[in-house]
Structures are given as structure tokens and as C-alpha cells.
């Protein structure tokens, strides 16, 4: 017996857009194997930038909680962070218009705490029936616990869970091409 699989559309550059979520400086020492998610936050920037697809970023109450991390504000010129108070960005009007704005169906998210804000963004996105991927290895939260119950959560609701590395070969689909060239580099990254 054969299992039936609801396979969701392939990812498109031009139908793809990247949201950052709340990278921010207050958080940078708490958060569980920071080090790892920066380095692939800034991996799928990078990699979204030279497949000219649109990158948001949030800050949740800059205020208190700084602005966004300098290793990855630098990847901007320059970063225009969406201001967000819900967890959910999609409780934000800002943002939603910025990602309306983009015309991307097919959402890309990243950042932090998975359990939270990360969880509640793609559960909004999926009820407007937008396709959301999550990037496993550039999520986390201040525990790995609550990073594993965020991405079993989304996992359970449809979300597709892939790597960095698993969506830039999805997004490319082939070798050889100017695209792939562009991005090499990126890709023999670990």
C-alpha cells in the first residue's frame, strides 16, 4: 500500500520571498546555538539577494529589544527593519502591505523563537493560503526544546520544513546555469 502525499508546489524564485524574523541584538546571548543560526540567516540572505528575491525583516519592539544584529544588518544597504508588537507578523499592517507589496505567494521564513513568533507567522500565512517553508537550520528559540515543538507544530500544519542548503538547490533546480554559478559558493558552505 502506497501513501498519498499532499506535495506542495516547487519553490520559484519568482514566487518566493524571504522574511527574517526578529534577529535582534538582546537576544543574541540567549538564544539556543546562535552562532549556527546566524551564519545560516546570513547563507539564505545572501542567496536571496543574488536570485533577486524580495528579503523582509522584522524587529519585534526595537526599543527593548535592540535592533537586528549587526552580521546580518550589514547585509543591507541599507536594512529597513518592518516594527512589529505581534508575535505574528502578519498582526502588523506594515508588514503585511510590504509582503503584499512583494506579489509573493511562496514564503520563506527564518529567525527566531521558533515556538513563537516564527510558529505564528506561518500559521497566519497558511490560513490566507500562502505556501510557507521554514528554514530548519536558521530557526531557534531560547531552548532546544521549544525549537523542536515549534517545528514539529509547523511541520504538523503543512509547513514545509527544509534546510538552507535543500531550499537554494529547490529554488535553483539545476546545475550550469548563471544562477548556479552566481551562487556556488554559498552552496559548498556546511
Do not use: W
Not at 501513501?3 to 527574517?20: C, F, G, I, S
Not at 506579489?103 to 490560513?127: F, S
Amino acid at each position: 500500500m502506497s501513501a498519498k502525499y499532499n506535495v506542495p508546489d516547487r519553490l520559484t524564485p519568482d514566487r518566493t520571498a524571504l522574511v527574517v524574523i526578529d534577529i535582534q541584538e538582546r537576544f543574541r546571548d540567549l538564544i539556543y546555538n546562535v552562532e549556527g543560526i546566524l551564519a545560516a540567516t546570513s547563507r539564505i540572505i545572501k542567496f536571496s539577494q543574488a536570485m533577486e528575491m524580495p528579503v523582509l525583516v522584522t524587529e519585534h519592539y526595537s526599543r527593548g529589544l535592540g535592533v537586528t544584529v549587526t552580521e546580518l544588518r550589514n547585509l543591507f544597504k541599507p536594512l529597513q527593519p518592518l516594527e512589529k508588537i505581534h508575535f505574528s507578523c502578519q498582526g502588523n499592517e506594515g508588514f503585511r502591505k510590504a509582503l503584499a507589496d512583494t506579489g509573493r505567494d511562496q514564503i520563506i521564513l527564518c529567525g527566531i523563537e521558533t515556538h513563537v513568533c516564527v510558529y505564528q507567522t506561518a500559521a497566519d500565512l497558511l490560513r490566507e493560503g500562502k505556501q510557507v517553508a521554514v528554514a530548519v537550520d536558521a530557526v531557534s528559540s531560547l531552548s532546544a526544546v521549544n525549537r523542536q515543538i515549534g517545528l514539529q507544530r509547523m511541520s504538523e500544519m503543512g509547513v514545509q520544513t527544509m534546510g538552507v542548503q535543500m531550499l537554494m538547490f529547490e529554488l535553483l533546480r539545476k546545475a550550469g546555469t548563471s544562477d548556479f554559478k552566481a551562487v556556488s559558493g554559498l552552496l559548498k558552505e556546511s
